[in-house]
């Protein structure tokens, strides 16, 4: 049984091996780390770490190949092996330092200039951001700005998940999709998007509705979530996931000529249920009251800026503020907002993960 460590856990003298691939390695890796992919670290382990009795920590990007590479240390007989628990996503969520020997490319010291004259990103924010992984839930109004402006921006890894199609309807404020697109998974042509936006990009469009079978699976091993999505049920579904894995989430809403957006960081503010502990039972849908296509940009915009700042540690987040735009006047507003000691989400034990009805009640 390989044992799990926190990343505050260790120091000293330990060997810290990183048991990603040469690539991921080289893009961005923990101070003092030596490569040692799990494909080769068998074969070549007693070349980095003579001492059999050495401690060891293993890393990789969620915490699952280090416990794969421990297995084999320990039948080598490597006696003090441990697997760093959540990995470089982990290490990096907590604002942990990072480097990487990659270089920017002349043609990416060209696209990110703009990025890189700014001190608050600079070359160290932009590696940041090429080894960041997103999932952005909808591929809709607000996720289509999302997902673009993520893109441009240089995310390493960005995936959408949606389970509709494009329709014509669709095309006054979800600018991920043109008119060739009306009929395709929605998924699918924003992945075709990005990756025409910027090939510095690995994206995967995927194509269905998150459900509490399959949250897990698809939020794990991102860095952030983006909720872009435009009901109720999916939003508590997506909080409550999101407290199991420990990832912020970039929450967004727009209706007619409003919306708001804030930050949702398990252990560090309020949740989206102590933000709002019961849906509306009155809340209309914009097919029903409508939307102005501009405030997709709006607010999508803005949930684009909180998760490159979070990434960067540019600026401050949206932690416990709710930040509301009114598009007839330009009114912006911000409420403060504080953990319920009776949230029925982040107040006890981990909420089990179930699919919501209509009127957010569990379905179980």
């Not at 727009?254 to 009155?282: K, M, N, Q, S």
């Not at 507003?333 to 009127?359: K, M, V």
């Amino acid at each position: 049984m390989v044992k799990e460590v926190d990343p505050a856990s260790f120091g000293g003298d330990v060997a810290l091996i990183d048991v990603r691939t040469a690539g991921e390695f080289e893009a961005a890796f923990i101070p003092g780390a030596v490569s040692l992919p799990l494909d080769v670290i068998a074969g070549r382990i007693a070349d980095v770490v003579g001492d059999r009795d050495q401690t060891i920590v293993l890393y990789c990007n969620s915490g699952i190949n280090s416990v794969i590479a421990g297995r084999f240390l320990d039948m080598l007989g490597y006696t003090d092996v441990a697997s760093m628990t959540g990995g470089l996503v982990r290490w990096s969520k907590e604002g942990r330092p990072i480097e990487g020997t990659s270089r920017l490319t002349p043609e990416q010291r060209t696209r990110y200039s703009r990025h890189l004259s700014l001190d608050e990103v600079g070359e160290e924010g932009q590696r940041r951001l090429r080894s960041a992984g997103v999932v952005v839930v909808g591929a809709g109004g607000l996720g289509s700005p999302v997902a673009l402006y993520l893109a441009a921006a240089g995310i390493g890894r960005l995936t959408v998940i949606d389970f509709d199609e494009v329709e014509l309807s669709n095309l006054q404020r979800q600018i991920a999709h043109d008119t060739p697109s009306v009929g395709q998974s929605k998924a699918a042509s924003a992945a075709d998007r990005v990756a025409a936006l910027n090939p510095d990009v690995v994206v995967n469009g995927i194509q269905s509705r998150l459900t509490a079978a399959n949250a897990l699976d698809v939020l794990a091993d991102h860095h952030l979530i983006i909720d872009a999505t435009d009901d109720f049920p999916t939003r508590y579904l997506i909080n409550d996931a999101a407290l199991h894995l420990g990832t912020p989430v970039v929450h967004g809403s727009i209706l007619r000529f409003e919306g708001h957006a804030t930050v949702l960081w398990p252990g560090r503010g309020p949740c989206y249920r102590c933000l709002f502990p019961t849906p509306p039972t009155d809340a209309p849908t914009c097919e029903d009251a409508g939307v102005l296509g501009a405030m997709a940009g709006m607010i999508g915009s803005i949930q684009a800026l909180e998760t490159i700042k979070l990434i960067t540690g540019a600026g401050k987040p949206l932690i416990g503020t709710l930040l509301t735009y009114d598009g007839l006047d330009h009114t912006v507003t911000r409420f403060e907002y504080d953990r319920r000691p009776d949230c029925a989400s982040c107040s006890g034990p981990l909420p089990e993960l179930t699919d919501y009805d209509a009127s957010c009640q569990p379905r179980y």
